[in-house]
């Protein structure tokens, strides 16, 4: 079993930065692949990006590569997501997930967190 709480959204002007983290409890967190989605109201949730279990490998949406990145700590239990550049349509609930693989389909992943909302005014 993982919980996962999701901290660090906020309101950032477009162009700025903002770090979410993503803190896991229980004591299988290297188990797992974690992967970061956004959505917004109406909408399907999407996948941003993920990092496998070792943080040997990264993925990213074409829509925030070269802006995002996700690291994670293994001993610390955490997953973060450094969103810099961001833009208007950045803006979404941002959901962190744990899973066996990083894959782009919500459904694949076995835990969630609550959603941190990150809005970008332009």
């Known amino acids: 079993q993982v919980q996962l709480v999701e901290s660090g959204g906020g309101l950032v002007q477009a162009g700025g930065s903002l770090r979410l983290s993503c803190a896991a409890s229980g004591q299988t967190f290297s188990r797992y692949a974690m992967g970061w989605f956004r959505q917004v109201p109406g909408k399907e949730r999407d996948f941003v990006g993920g990092?496998?279990?070792?943080?040997?490998?990264?993925y990213y949406a074409d829509s925030v590569k070269g802006r995002f990145t996700i690291s994670r700590d293994n001993v610390k239990k955490t997953v973060s997501l450094q969103m810099n550049s961001l833009k208007s349509e950045d803006t979404a609930v941002y959901y962190c997930?744990?899973?066996?693989?990083?894959?782009?389909?919500?459904?694949?992943?076995?835990?969630w967190g609550q959603g941190t909302q990150v809005t970008v005014s332009s």
């Open positions: 997930a744990a899973g066996p693989l990083v894959v782009n389909t919500p459904a694949t992943y076995t835990y």
């Open positions: 990092i496998s279990r070792s943080s040997t490998t990264t």
